[in-house]
């Protein structure tokens, strides 16, 4: 069975740009979780979404956005991308909300 | 509010010798407890959770840790260390509400990189 998948493995984008960043859930998992972490800041929670709602997010500005589509894949965006977004995006699935939370490998998000 | 507290951001063992992870929690409510680790470059796999069963928890390969109430600890051992074992490794808690519904968020400790010696 295929576990979270992440698109891309890494992207570089310059101040000001907007990025993109996809996650297809474990099948069968219907909330998907998006994390940040940067150097010296740890693992920091951004959002969940669940049945195609946004259910909570963390502490980020509103340039943080994303959704989730019908077939549960997810996407997040950053827009106005600064130098301090540059990190390891990692999104995680759960086959339903508070249940445990299944990892991808990551989108390293270079900003320069 | 829940939160976790990694007493150690490096811990070096020999290989074949004991390894031991120390975590303490802050829970206004029953906790859900995880730890999970991360090799260089990887993602987040899960080595075990606690979730008010046994306070003796056992995970994958060889891992187990121990739920203390009293010393509001979840503390990661295992008994002989192996260089795979060398990673990164997070105590991680599970949000929950007054009326015991997941905000769905995990917070997660800072975080030990564990070395391992030949």
């Known amino acids: 069975e295929a576990g979270v998948t992440q698109s891309p493995t890494h992207l570089i984008k310059t101040r000001g740009q907007q990025a993109t960043l996809r996650c297809s859930p474990i099948?069968?998992?219907?909330?998907v979780y998006w994390y940040q972490q940067a150097l010296g800041l740890g693992l920091q929670f951004l959002l969940w979404?669940?049945?195609?709602?946004?259910?909570n997010r963390g502490n980020f500005p509103p340039r943080f956005s994303g959704r989730q589509f019908p077939n549960y894949s997810s996407e997040l965006n950053v827009n106005a991308l600064e130098l301090e977004d540059s990190a390891l995006y990692l999104c995680?699935?759960?086959?339903?909300?508070?249940?445990?939370?299944?990892f991808g490998a990551g989108t390293r998000l270079s900003v320069l | 509010a829940q939160s976790v507290t990694q007493l150690d951001s490096h811990v070096s063992v020999s290989e074949g010798t004991p390894v031991l992870l120390r975590c303490n929690y802050s829970?206004?409510?029953?906790?859900?407890l995880f730890w999970y680790v991360q090799h260089p470059n990887k993602g987040l796999q899960l080595l075990l959770k606690?979730?008010?069963?046994?306070?003796l928890v056992k995970g994958i390969n060889g891992f187990e840790a121990e739920f203390k109430k009293s010393e509001t600890s979840f503390h990661l051992t295992k008994p002989s260390a192996h260089m795979s074992d060398a990673a990164e490794y997070f105590c991680v808690v599970r949000v929950y509400n007054a009326g015991g519904t997941s905000y769905g968020k995990l917070t997660f400790g800072q975080g030990t990189i564990l070395t391992v010696h030949p």
């Open positions: 829970s206004s409510y029953s906790p859900s």
């Open positions: 979404y669940d049945e195609g709602e946004e259910r």
């Open positions: 099948s069968g998992h219907t909330s």
């Open positions: 995680a699935s759960s086959q339903q909300a508070g249940n445990i939370q299944y």
């Open positions: 606690y979730t008010s069963a046994a306070t």
